[in-house]
């Protein structure tokens, strides 16, 4: 996003940040992805699902948590999520496993034998984050996927603390 003012002498000032290096650095902290350093690390092409919410609760529940009052700002980005691809996460060194192909051409036994063999167990999933404007807190749901009936979820509120993104609530969590 680039924001800027009309008038002389004023210039366009860069208030993001790039979401790929956040979403690296979250996925590459144990503190916050519980798993061994020396496993494969494989991120679907498919986003991970976030709690069930009714329609615009999610913005007003996300808006409180990171204590962000525009809402429009959010929904922006709540917008852009539909469009969301890990795909430039590869160049972070990580493998995409591009299950949205392996669906259509695959019924659920072969695909989780296949990626069960080629991944060595699982892969991860992710959203893409929602920020505040301040772009110190975000909002982010990722989990692991191993079967049908194998798995975890998780949200968070993740904060900018000392330079680090850290843990700042942990809002729902499931496994099975």
Request: hydrophobic share 35%.
């Amino acid at each position: 996003m680039i924001v800027s003012a009309c008038g002389q002498n004023q210039t366009a000032t860069k208030t993001e940040i790039d979401e790929f290096d956040f979403l690296n650095q979250i996925l590459r902290d144990t503190s916050i992805v519980k798993r061994k350093l020396e496993e494969p690390f494989v991120v679907s092409d498919v986003a991970n699902l976030p709690p069930p919410m009714r329609e615009g609760r999610e913005i007003d529940f996300v808006s409180q948590k990171l204590s962000e009052p525009d809402t429009i700002f959010l929904r922006e980005q709540f917008r852009k999520t539909k469009n969301f691809t890990t795909d430039s996460l590869e160049a972070y060194g990580f493998t995409i496993c591009k299950v949205s192909e392996l669906r259509i051409r695959m019924n659920t036994d072969s695909l989780w034998n296949y990626i069960i063999d080629k991944y060595n167990g699982g892969y991860y999933s992710i959203n893409r984050p929602i920020f505040n404007k301040a772009f110190n807190k975000a909002y982010i749901n990722f989990g692991y996927k191993c079967g049908d009936y194998c798995g975890y979820s998780s949200s968070y509120i993740i904060k900018k603390e000392n330079g680090k993104w850290v843990i700042e609530e942990l809002l729902g969590f499931w496994e099975s």
